[in-house]
């Protein structure tokens, strides 16, 4: 095996024990968004008035601003799907990564469309995340600031293009296995 390639394999090995560790606490992160979306729906009125007091925010000239219930769900219910997205990035790359550990070259086919699949949704979670983050502004501060993030609109632009340089790197790959 070449030094580049043991290099990658080695590296590869610890890569996906760090995206195991994120995507269990992505895991986790959901499941308390869950909770807290399951407290809002469906648990009595005490408990559900405990739950919003923690959630009251006293600003610095004493004023207590308080989060309807409505408003808290649908902040939940945004921060489940921003969850949900960045977990399914976590989990496509962790995929990657595991087969370039197992000792498969990463020029595959299957890697470019999973490379596709990570710019499509940093696209989609650069306008919902954004969204997330106007909803919490509104409910917080009473001004709604929702702008989608140019960013990372850029960089699903840009991971897009390297699924078409990895593409160009699988016709690469299968001529130089056509020819052995």
Known sequence: MKPS?????????????????????????????????????????????????AFEVTAKNGTTISIAPQSLLTMFSFALIDTLFVSTLIFIIHTIFDDIKNGATPFLRKNTARIQSIAIITVLLSIVGSYSNALVDYYTIGALTWRVNAIGLIIGVIIYCISLIFNYGCDLQQESDETL
């Open 5 to 53: 390639q043991e290099k990658i394999r080695n590296a590869s090995k610890k890569i996906t024990v760090i995206l195991k560790l994120a995507f269990i606490a992505s895991i986790i992160i959901m499941a308390l968004v869950l909770v807290a979306i399951g407290i809002l729906m469906f648990s009595r009125e005490d408990t559900k008035s405990s739950f919003l007091a």
